[in-house]
């Protein structure tokens, strides 16, 4: 091959790879914008599923059960605003068993008066033990024997409930009143020397009042 076809043989395959560049590179241009881009496509959160608000709470109040023996008891706790907790008030009023045949509120106050009695004496019981006994320290004799005042109180209050609540519910109200005033007596002695059997007592004993003073209230 001379010199000049040489020349015109690599001018021609000059102009062919340029062409063949030219043709390539837009292409391959095309396909790295369309990576990039997908590659900057920030991802979008699954949509979260929307509460359900058309459900309705299954809790229900406890209602009292008309073939219960204790039908009226239940009825009175269950249903009425009172100053003790209401297990309190069934467990005091059903531990009796004239409570099946109770169908008035004062058949309930006479039931509950009579609990509070029992549990008065048993506390006088309780304190006169207490007082007596060998361990108890010198400083809390005096809170008992204040406390013993106290629960006597307590006891004459509840029985004089017994005999005016059957006249005037007002009075056996007001009876209840002044046996917690009574009790009161106590607690304020027991934050001098703190025990708790005593304080434990004293709740109790409260709580018989306050549910007796429910109950006179309630008496039409």
Same mark, same amino acid.
């Given at each position: ?13 000059? $102009?062919?790879? @340029? ?22 496509? !920030? ?26 023996? /204790? ?5 009175? @706790? ?5 100053? !003790?907790?209401?297990?309190? @008030? ?26 509070? $009695? ?24 005096? !809170? ?29 109200? /007001? ?10 007596? @106590? !607690? ?19 709580? /018989? ?12």
């Amino acid at each position: 091959m001379n010199r000049s076809s040489r020349n015109a043989f690599m001018l021609t395959l000059t $102009i062919v790879l @340029c062409f063949f560049f030219l043709f390539l590179t837009p292409t391959y241009a095309h396909k790295d914008h369309k990576q990039e881009s997908k590659s900057k496509q !920030v991802p979008r959160p699954s949509p979260q599923p929307k509460p359900n608000t058309k459900s309705k709470s299954t809790t229900s109040k406890t209602k009292p059960n008309a073939s219960s023996p /204790y039908h009226f008891v239940n009825h009175f @706790c269950l249903s009425r605003r009172l100053d !003790v907790k209401t297990t309190f @008030c069934l467990q005091v009023l059903r531990s009796n068993s004239n409570s099946t045949t109770a169908n008035d509120n004062q058949a309930l106050l006479d039931i509950a008066a009579d609990l509070a $009695i029992q549990f008065g004496n048993k506390t006088v019981l309780f304190l006169k033990r207490l007082f007596k006994d060998k361990t108890t320290t010198p400083n809390l004799k005096p !809170v008992i024997e204040e406390c013993l005042s106290a629960y006597d109180g307590y006891l004459a209050q509840f029985k004089v409930l017994v005999q005016e609540a059957k006249t005037e519910a007002q009075l056996g109200s /007001y009876d209840a009143e002044l046996a917690k005033i009574e009790i009161n007596r @106590c !607690v304020k002695a027991v934050t001098k020397t703190r025990n708790a059997d005593i304080e434990a007592q004293n709740k109790i004993a409260l709580d /018989y009042a306050k549910l007796s003073q429910n109950i006179a209230d309630s008496i039409d």
